[in-house]
């Protein structure tokens, strides 16, 4: 069958009224997902936007060995292989950090479209500032762009069988939708975006803006995400009515998620990290930064001909996708794929995996990382790696630092801290992901300081 593959970065699954949102308006996903296999158990794996892109390109689990750093030329690629099995591959992305810098993430694409003019440094629109003094209508925004680029390949091609990887930086800051997305739920809106999360500590915000100015920013700041999320809905859901009218959605698979989620007030954080510049004019250096729910538990919906619509609480992750994809292509699924088909759980059987891993790439304290885009930061704090076994929910860095330990059925915000309760429960999750981390062949060098608490 066909392929449709689309990835919507920084998409939270609250956002989805199949997963009980009820703020945002996603009519069209809402109105797909009553076709779909509803995955209430997926999670991201590695962490933030290329490592998860990595995974999903490659089945394995990068978090061990990559980061975020260019595809080695030794990866073997979701689309070599379908192209190799006779598949046309083709991807548009307006994600910028697939070709720049040589990072090779086209690897296996028969053509290649990047919609350009997405940010990529922390805080510099200028590239963005560019493209966006243009705009006139809807469709010169990026989701429409992306949208629209895949739409006119499909005219061309659509009577032979493809892969299409369809990935749109929107939701993700800076949030500058058409304003009547925004004022859908901020009527008093100025037009002025709050051009990216703080990524920092809220009370740093109330510090410096007051409580009724942190008010304000907590309000217009989901506005504005609000707003991208309902207009990325209306694009997918142009895309998928694409596939409707070309008479080819019995014979194409689709599926739709993300790389991870984003913090609007929980937790203490507005944004997905916590970045603090120490002297004017450098780079912000990453400190503690947990992936709670909100960020690691993400939305897979995926239609297959042939497949009934229904919901599943199996345990599934991101990486599993590659093979999935292979599988369903009957393509053979290489040996050095570390992720699980999820095909069976298509078929009806529920049994996933016993727990999941969501973490930033492995790494020491005093190293430096291309955690967050090309350019090297500081690590000033531990990373903290989420391990989730579906009941509890495990956020661990490594030996020494702080434990957090969650009962998710009873505690699905994740407030009460049960480590010192049930200690039994968090020494089993921290010798499920050791035992992961050496199984994955993670540098030893960083594995020994994440065997104890």
Not at 172 to 194: C, L, N, Q, V
Not at 212 to 239: F, S
Not at 244 to 265: K, P, Q, S, V
Request: net charge negative; glycine share 8%; proline share 6%.
């Amino acid at each position: 069958m066909n392929i449709l593959f689309i990835v919507s970065d920084t998409f939270r699954r609250d956002n989805l009224g199949c997963y009980g949102g009820d703020k945002v308006e996603t009519p069209h996903l809402d109105r797909f997902a009553k076709k779909c296999v509803i995955f209430d158990n997926c999670y991201a794996n590695s962490f933030p936007t290329m490592p998860a892109r990595a995974d999903i390109f490659t089945g394995r689990y990068t978090y061990g060995y990559l980061g975020w750093a260019p595809l080695p030329p030794e990866e073997i690629t979701l689309a070599h292989l379908l192209a190799q099995a006779g598949y046309l591959t083709k991807a548009v992305v307006d994600t910028p950090f697939f070709l720049r810098y040589g990072y090779g993430y086209d690897k296996g694409f028969v053509d290649f479209e990047w919609i350009i003019g997405q940010t990529c440094k922390a805080g510099d629109y200028t590239i963005l500032s560019d493209v966006s003094r243009y705009r006139r209508f809807e469709t010169d925004c990026f989701a429409p762009k992306t949208v629209m680029a895949a739409e006119r390949w499909l005219e061309r091609h659509r009577k032979q069988r493809f892969f299409l990887y369809v990935d749109t930086w929107d939701p993700h800051e800076p949030w500058d939708p058409p304003s009547w997305y925004i004022e859908k739920y901020y009527p008093d809106y100025d037009g002025k975006p709050i051009l990216g999360g703080c990524y920092c500590h809220l009370s740093e915000v109330k510090e410096r803006l007051g409580e009724d100015g942190l008010k304000e920013y907590l309000e217009k700041g989901r506005a504005c995400y609000y707003g991208e999320v309902t207009l990325v809905d209306r694009w997918v859901g142009h895309l998928i009515e694409t596939i409707e009218a070309m008479n080819l959605i019995d014979e194409t698979a689709i599926i739709f998620t993300t790389d991870h989620g984003y913090y609007l007030g929980e937790h203490g954080y507005f944004g997905k990290a916590i970045q603090k510049t120490e002297k004017e004019g450098e780079l912000p250096s990453l400190y503690r930064s947990p992936l709670y729910e909100e960020v690691a538990h993400i939305p897979l919906l995926m239609y297959v001909p042939g497949y009934k619509p229904r919901r599943t609480d199996s345990l599934v992750s991101l990486a599993d996708l590659m093979p999935t994809i292979l599988a369903l292509a009957g393509v053979e699924i290489p040996e050095r794929v570390q992720a699980c088909s999820l095909k069976p759980i298509l078929e009806g059987d529920d049994e996933g995996r016993n727990f999941v891993v969501t973490t930033w790439p492995i790494a020491n304290v005093g190293e430096r990382t291309r955690a967050i885009d090309m350019v090297e930061r500081a690590i000033k704090e531990p990373q903290p790696s989420t391990i989730t076994s579906g009941e509890w929910s495990m956020i661990y860095s490594c030996q020494g630092e702080p434990v957090e330990l969650y009962n998710l059925p009873s505690d699905p915000k994740q407030k009460k801290n049960l480590f010192h309760d049930r200690r039994d429960i968090a020494e089993d999750l921290l010798q499920k992901f050791s035992s992961h981390l050496r199984d994955i062949g993670v540098d030893p060098r960083l594995l020994k300081s994440r065997l104890s608490f």
